[in-house]
């Protein structure tokens, strides 16, 4: 069984930071790169970051570059997201996804391009 489980959401001031985990199972998280989107309510689902499956290689929306950091921890099975100096427009639900393919080098950042879903962990950042 696959299943990706986010946590570390919550409410924080404009400026502060959190971090989010993506805990694995069920599925070879080493051979998978992974990414993490995010959701506000009557918006479309966007690309926040992405990490290829060594490590080797990540991605970001301009919208996050130079404020997130994905980072895997291939022997826990975990991939994390620290989010710095956030913004109220970060808020949003975020969730972790698997991409159909195994061994890609590049990150996609379309949506299509992914799988499996974790079940999204709430952000939300006040001003």
């Known amino acids: 069984q696959v299943q990706l489980v986010e946590s570390g959401g919550g409410l924080v001031q404009a400026g502060g930071s959190l971090r989010l985990s993506c805990a694995a199972s069920?599925?070879?998280?080493?051979?998978?790169?992974m990414g993490w989107f995010r959701q506000a309510p009557g918006k479309e689902r966007e690309f926040v970051a992405g990490?290829?499956?060594?490590?080797?290689?990540?991605a970001y929306a301009d919208s996050v570059k130079g404020r997130f950091t994905i980072s895997r921890d291939n022997t826990k099975n975990t991939v994390t997201l620290q989010m710095n100096s956030l913004k109220p427009e970060d808020t949003a639900a975020y969730y972790c996804?698997?991409?159909?393919?195994?061994?890609?080098?590049?990150?996609?950042?379309?949506?299509?391009?992914?799988?499996?879903w974790g079940q999204g962990t709430q952000v939300t950042v006040s001003s």
């Open positions: 069920g599925l070879a998280f080493s051979r998978y790169g």
């Open positions: 996804a698997r991409p159909r393919i195994l061994y890609l080098s590049a990150v996609n950042s379309a949506a299509g391009s992914y799988d499996y």
């Open positions: 990490i290829n499956w060594s490590g080797g290689n990540t």
